[in-house]
């Protein structure tokens, strides 16, 4: 079993093999993945990872392994206000892949009904999640706790 604990978020040559993980997928550890070849890979990272669509694990053969982000089932929104809408989403955490024309978020139904009252649509689609990174991270959006005092 080819072995990968070295991860770099762009390729520097060519890739042997791509795997291709949903959001969630995409942040690890250590976890055996299936590559578009059918080969196994141990991924044993030295910390939790969130792996890039684009980047790549390095095996211990100095081979490259390209991640990909796979489609996954979403909500996209629209709307005419969508700095508004993009706030709302914002302020409670969610990832959120932003574009100029829509918003993209993983399917949540309370999410849905909750745009839906501000004046945002929604709709399902399955398309690759690559949501902007957090102010503290690349890639993951990291919630603050609430249970401190703010004095």
């Given at each position: 079993?080819?072995?990968?604990?070295?991860?770099?978020?762009?390729?520097?040559?060519?890739?042997?093999?791509?795997?291709?993980?949903?959001?969630?997928?995409?942040?690890?550890?250590?976890?055996?993945?299936?590559?578009?070849?059918?080969?196994?890979?141990?991924?044993?990272?030295?910390?939790?990872?969130?792996?890039?669509?684009?980047?790549?694990?390095?095996?211990?053969?100095?081979?490259?392994?390209?991640?990909?982000?796979?489609?996954?089932?979403l909500l996209?929104?629209?709307?005419?206000?969508?700095?508004?809408?993009?706030?709302?989403?914002?302020?409670?955490?969610?990832?959120?892949?932003?574009?100029?024309?829509?918003?993209?978020?993983?399917?949540?139904?309370?999410?849905?009904?909750?745009?839906?009252?501000?004046?945002?649509?929604?709709r399902e689609?399955?398309?690759?999640?690559?949501?902007?990174?957090?102010?503290?991270?690349?890639?993951?959006?990291?919630?603050?706790?609430?249970?401190?005092?703010?004095?």
């Amino acid at each position: 079993m080819l072995t990968a604990q070295t991860y770099q978020n762009h390729l520097h040559a060519t890739p042997a093999d791509h795997v291709s993980l949903t959001y969630e997928d995409r942040f690890l550890r250590r976890k055996v993945l299936t590559l578009a070849s059918g080969t196994q890979l141990l991924v044993d990272l030295p910390q939790t990872t969130s792996l890039d669509h684009g980047g790549a694990l390095i095996t211990t053969e100095q081979t490259e392994i390209r991640i990909d982000a796979a489609p996954e089932p979403l909500l996209e929104v629209t709307g005419d206000a969508l700095h508004r809408i993009a706030w709302h989403i914002g302020n409670r955490h969610t990832p959120a892949q932003i574009e100029d024309t829509r918003i993209l978020i993983q399917r949540d139904h309370v999410m849905a009904d909750m745009l839906a009252k501000i004046g945002a649509t929604t709709r399902e689609v399955t398309e690759s999640f690559t949501p902007e990174g957090g102010a503290y991270g690349h890639g993951r959006t990291h919630g603050h706790d609430h249970t401190h005092s703010h004095t």
